[in-house]
Nanobody, 126 residues
Framework: QVQLVESGGGSVQAGGSLRLSCAAS????????MGWFRQAPGKKREGVAG???????SYAESVKGRFTISQDNGKNTLYLQMNSLKPEDSAMYYC????????????????????WGQGTQVTVSS
């Protein structure tokens, strides 16, 4: 049973930083895709950043240059380093995984993923 558990959310002032973590368990696949999504109240869930098992990454235009996705395969953990945070980054952030190879241009699409975490809240105040 694949489980994804996010942590690291919180409240921060604009311009600050947070690092989200997603601890993955229940699988040992060598090919996979993982991503971070977010959903603000009243808005659709959107892809923020994605990474494939070969290291290929993809970012939403709104976070390029500010967010960095990375993985620690030894710890089965996915990270999202968020710098220069803005109030519009406030949302519930979700980790997602798909246990097979995926095309890199699909990394930010919800339909790519079969497994989801429960989310961690990020609030950025101005």
């Amino acid at each position: 049973q694949v489980q994804l558990v996010e942590s690291g959310g919180g409240s921060v002032q604009a311009g600050g930083s947070l690092r989200l973590s997603c601890a993955a368990s229940g699988y040992t696949y060598s090919s996979y895709c993982m991503g971070w999504f977010r959903q603000a109240p009243g808005k659709k869930r959107e892809g923020v950043a994605g990474i494939r098992s070969d290291g290929r990454t993809s970012y939403a235009e709104s976070v390029k240059g500010r967010f960095t996705i990375s993985q620690d395969n030894g710890k089965n953990t996915l990270y999202l380093q968020m710098n220069s945070l803005k109030p519009e980054d406030s949302a519930m952030y979700y980790c997602a995984a798909d246990l097979k190879w995926c095309s890199w241009w699909l990394l930010l699409q919800e339909s790519t993923y079969n497994y989801w975490g429960q989310g961690t809240q990020v609030t950025v105040s101005s």
